[in-house]
């Protein structure tokens, strides 16, 4: 008797967890504050088993209550998990599995690259399995004002950040296509910016097409980039802008696990 009095007692306990957690994903940007009656709609509860369970998270920091309309919402706690979790998520991580999809679909290399000592450097590569393909590049670096990764980072820094970055590695040209003046280089990188992904057309390295898109955090800070390159005869310049969708939907996924979330008011990259 006393074991199924036991039993009873751990159902109960699993049973207002589940509901615990039920009850905090109920709130979102659009509804940060529910009132007693509303949770107890949603969750198909009993107002006082509703008002039991918000009375603990209450205790516990997990929600907080409006003096004013005794409406609750999303407390401190949480926020303090969540930026534990933030800090603790590795990108690479979180990338590794969409640069590998990315790579199976358009049979190309794929990288994720940093902004590291004013140089790209390249720290994951997904090889294409085409017999001419462009090489590893895992732990080696490439001017940032030349690449598509570069500009990608580029683009989304403070101006002084950019400014300084130009001064102190200059624009060297890596083949006659490369940008080399601060206007015009300034003018791409406007043009990355409205559109989300950069392109490189021969400007690092002849022969070779790339694009590339941001990887963003939960601040919204871009802290790599993710690109797909290849030969110049399987990357006519259509078919390089033909993977657009999909690499930006891709660096999105892996900014979107970091935290970040895109505005409403965000439209579809525009192809060049």
């Known amino acids: 008797m006393e ?38 709609k949603r969750l198909g509860l009993a107002k006082s088993t509703v008002h039991r369970l918000a009375s603990t998270l209450l205790e516990e920091g997990m929600l907080e209550q409006n003096p004013g309309d005794g409406k609750y919402h999303p407390g401190l706690a949480l926020f ?15 990338a590794r599995p969409f640069l590998r999809t990315l ?10 690259a940093i902004l590291d000592h004013d140089s790209i450097l390249y720290i994951i590569t ?36 950019l400014e300084r970055i130009i001064l102190a590695r200059g624009l060297p040209a890596s083949t006659p296509s490369t940008i080399v003046d601060g206007k015009a280089l300034r003018r791409e990188l406007a043009a990355v910016r409205a559109r989300n992904y950069a392109v490189d057309d021969e400007e690092s390295e002849i022969g070779l097409r790339s694009i590339a898109a941001p990887i963003r955090i ?21 078919a390089l802008l033909g993977w657009v969708r999909e690499l930006v939907d891709a660096a999105d996924a892996v900014s979107q696990r970091l935290g970040w979330q895109p505005s409403r008011a965000e439209t579809l990259p525009k192809r060049a």
Not at 4 to 18: C, E, M, P
Not at 218 to 238: E, L, T
Request: glycine share 6%.
């Open 103 to 112: 790579m199976e679909k358009t049979g190309e290399t794929v990288h994720l």
């Open 3 to 40: 074991r199924k009095h036991n039993s009873a007692k751990s159902r109960t306990r699993l049973s207002s967890v589940a509901n615990s957690l039920r009850l905090m994903k109920a709130f979102s940007e659009d509804e940060y504050e529910i009132g007693i009656s509303d949770l107890a």
């Open 218 to 238: 939960y601040s919204g800070n871009v802290v790599a980039a993710i690109s797909i390159a290849g030969p110049v005869h399987r990357m006519a310049r259509k």
């Open 126 to 161: 997904h090889e294409s399995k085409q017999a001419l393909r462009m090489g590893s590049k895992v732990g080696t670096r490439a001017p940032v004002h030349s690449t598509a990764v570069g500009k990608a980072l580029l683009a989304f820094l403070p101006e002084d950040e």
């Open 80 to 94: 303090e998990l969540g930026t534990m979790v933030r800090r603790k998520m590795d990108f690479t991580t979180e």
